[in-house]
């Protein structure tokens, strides 16, 4: 799969969890964020929920535990 890069606003916590993940963890965020822009984009007919169910479905199934998650969301 081929990779740009791309500039995004986030508010300040954002950036941070962001900042200081591993390299593993920063990859796994990118590729969330590349399969829900993708989502989003292909199922304008779905609800968020849907959308984010199927998100987070696809997460599960590289590997994103919800364990895993819980720590990235946790870290200060």
Known sequence: ???ETVNLQLDSEAARVFRT???EEQ???EVLLSIWLKE???SE???LKEVMND???T???RGLTPEILESLL???
């Open 59 to 61: 997460a599960r199934e």
């Open 45 to 47: 007919s779905l609800s």
């Open 21 to 23: 993940a591993t390299p």
């Open 55 to 57: 998100i987070g479905r």
């Open 40 to 42: 989003i984009s292909a």
């Open 1 to 3: 799969m081929a990779t």
């Open 27 to 29: 990859k796994k965020m």
């Open 74 to 76: 946790n870290e200060e």
